[in-house]
């Protein structure tokens, strides 16, 4: 009698739990987290969902954000968010908030991931590459002094990094040099002094300023351009599809490597979730082209970058110099006490595009060049639509918008509809003018 008692205990036993596990697979499933919410999160009573938790939550971006500027170590991350919160986390926490594939719109469940329903705190894109920069990530000497502009410039006659000392002279003048890190060791550069090497830059960002407000002709080709928007988002479509299909490609070849058992099985679910989730932020990006404010997103945010940035070099500390140098520049080196800097492409391209409509308004009003305006606006439309796709132009703008949010917000305040570029007027229509 007690075997046949024991039995249906355990019959009733073994179905709730089943039902318990049923009822969690379909909720994660579903898009939902089925336990505590992680932080940043709380978890909602009355929805039984996973909603944002109001300053944790702009706390967990913040992080995200500083990792991102690639100026900031996990260690520094944690110290500045720790003094500008009441309650931070641990530093172990930090990292484990930078790992987890939550905050980018996933729910992890026995080593699978699966698309939430919940609001992401960073962009699948964004987690990716936060994960880039933490798997590079080593430990580094604590320094004792800080300069402007270390790890920045490279040696143009070894490739190595250039570094910084600082020298006091008898009369008790203070000096910072730059120089190559195999000074001394086969490599015969000279070095640079620090005032010398701001004069430089300042002049550089100088050259490749723009004026606060675009020009009413660069305004008015903008608004013929939204006209054209269909051609500017096949580009960007075309661009991530294919990037898309090769990474299916992959998943399908690195399946078929399982199946012939050429890799163990950690490895393929490790390398197996790193590729879908590149799928899924290749889908993201895709989708944001989609719309005709994150299409023309970049024109505003690298305008405001190339104009405000002579200012910020004087005025933002030390860390945010070399991100903004970075962001501006490609591969800056050092040769015979110049700096050699040069602006990336889609800074470059924007630059041009700025003189082009120059060009193109001394052509209506009848200068001495004969080309035909048409021909002439017809190249300016097909570059400016490169410009706009090319996904180079879209990470640079990400990356400087979060450098703006966190030296001058403001400027971003009134500009979420671009608000630097014109809106439509009878003026401004296609055709007119």
């Avoid at 940043?40 to 996973?50: I, L």
């Avoid at 026995?110 to 798997?135: M, N």
């Avoid at 399908?252 to 879908?276: G, H, V, W, Y």
């Avoid at 590149?278 to 989609?290: F, G, H, L, P, S």
Wanted: aromatic share 8%; charged share 25%; with cysteine.
């Amino acid at each position: 009698m007690l075997n046949i008692i024991f039995g249906y205990s355990k019959y009733y036993v073994d179905n709730l739990s089943e039902n318990v596990r049923r009822g969690l697979r379909t909720k994660i499933r579903s898009g939902w987290h089925a336990n505590q919410a992680p932080t940043g999160y709380r978890n909602c009573k009355e929805t039984r969902t996973v909603v944002p938790d109001g300053e944790q939550f702009a706390m967990v971006q913040e992080i995200f954000s500083l990792l991102l500027s690639g100026c900031y170590s996990v260690s520094q991350v944690h110290g500045i968010v720790r003094s500008r919160n009441k309650v931070c986390p641990a530093p172990s926490s930090v990292y484990n908030i930078l790992r987890n594939p939550f905050y980018a719109g996933y729910i992890r469940s026995r080593g699978q991931l699966y698309p939430g329903a919940h609001t992401p705190a960073v962009s699948k894109a964004d987690f990716e590459k936060a994960q880039a920069i933490l798997s590079q990530a080593r430990k580094t000497r604590p320094r004792r002094l800080r300069f402007d502009y270390s790890s920045v410039f490279s040696c143009s006659a070894c490739g190595f990094g250039v570094s910084a000392e600082r020298k006091i002279k008898p009369s008790g003048r203070e000096y910072t040099y730059y120089h190559c890190t195999q000074r001394g060791r086969g490599c015969a550069e000279p070095s640079i002094e620090g005032r010398e090497l701001e004069r430089q830059i300042v002049a550089f960002l100088g050259e490749i300023e723009l004026p606060p407000q675009p020009s009413a002709a660069f305004q008015r080709e903008i608004e013929i351009a939204r006209t054209e928007l269909v051609a500017v988002r096949a580009k960007a479509r075309q661009a991530q599809t294919q990037t898309a299909t090769d990474l299916k490609r992959q998943i399908s070849n690195l399946t078929d490597m399982r199946l012939q058992e050429l890799i163990p099985a950690d490895e393929f679910t490790r390398k197996r979730q790193q590729l879908e989730r590149q799928v899924n932020a290749t889908a993201e990006k895709i989708k944001e082209v989609d719309g005709e404010i994150a299409m023309f997103e970049p024109l505003t945010v690298l305008h405001i970058l190339l104009s405000k940035a002579r200012s910020w070099l004087t005025s933002v500390v030390i860390e945010e110099k070399r991100v903004l140098l970075l962001l501006l520049c490609s591969n800056p080196t050092i040769r015979d006490r110049k700096a050699i800097l040069s602006a990336r492409n889609p800074l470059s391209e924007l630059i041009f595009l700025h003189g082009f409509t120059r060009h193109l308004t001394d052509v209506k009003n009848g200068g001495t060049n004969p080309i035909d305006v048409k021909v002439v606006r017809t190249e300016f439309q097909t570059r400016l639509q490169d410009f706009l796709a090319d996904p180079e132009t879209r990470e640079l703008a990400k990356d400087a918008r979060r450098f703006i949010e966190r030296v001058e917000p403001a400027l971003l305040a009134g500009n979420d509809n671009n608000a630097l570029l014109p809106q439509e007027t009878e003026r401004s229509k296609p055709g007119a003018g």
